[in-house]
């Protein structure tokens, strides 16, 4: 009698196991699902922290575009001044904004596809540094300070749970 109630009790766990572990894998294969979908549309924020001696103390344009790395590297300033200022926008134009000195903004942007992103700042006289890229895989927040005519970034320290509210 023994040998028979433990012959149903292992088989009775093999069933159970096994119903468990696909449970697991259908959650697991909808979280991959959902996951591609994070990889594909993924938002970025920019918080422009511009000093009051920025650009002369003059108005700016930050422009935010999908960018390869060799069309950011070729292209120059008056090329991407020419997809700002035209009427027909470029398709790789995701925003464009005037930019206060001295005052902070913050610009959110929508990335599609799996484009890296390039940040211009339209400077009256710019220097070495108007462009910046930011290549795959993107944070979710870059601090980007302007400091007379140029640009620099530094990456937003993110934790764990910043990282977990954004997928929900």
């Not at 009775?12 to 096994?18: D, Q």
């Not at 959902?34 to 594909?40: D, S, V």
């Not at 700016?60 to 575009?65: A, D, E, H, Q």
Request: with cysteine.
């Amino acid at each position: 009698m023994s040998k028979i109630i433990k012959e149903v009790f292992l088989s009775r766990m093999k069933a159970r196991t096994l119903g468990i572990l696909v449970v697991l894998l259908i959650m697991a294969s909808i979280c991959g699902c959902a996951g591609n979908k994070f990889l594909h549309q993924k938002k970025v924020t920019f918080c422009i922290k511009p000093d009051k001696s920025a650009n002369n103390a003059q108005p700016l344009y930050i422009v935010i575009r999908n960018v390869d790395k060799k069309s950011f590297l070729i292209e120059d300033y008056d090329e991407i001044a020419d997809l700002v200022y035209t009427d027909s926008p470029d398709e790789s134009l995701l925003t464009w904004h005037v930019v206060l000195p001295g005052s902070k903004e913050e610009i959110t942007v929508e990335v599609p596809g799996k484009s890296d992103l390039g940040i211009y700042a339209m400077f009256t006289k710019p220097e070495e540094n108007w462009k910046i890229m930011f290549e795959r895989p993107l944070e979710s927040e870059y601090k980007i300070i302007i400091q007379d005519n140029s640009l620099k970034y530094e990456k937003e320290k993110n934790g764990f749970w910043k990282w977990l509210l954004e997928i929900f």
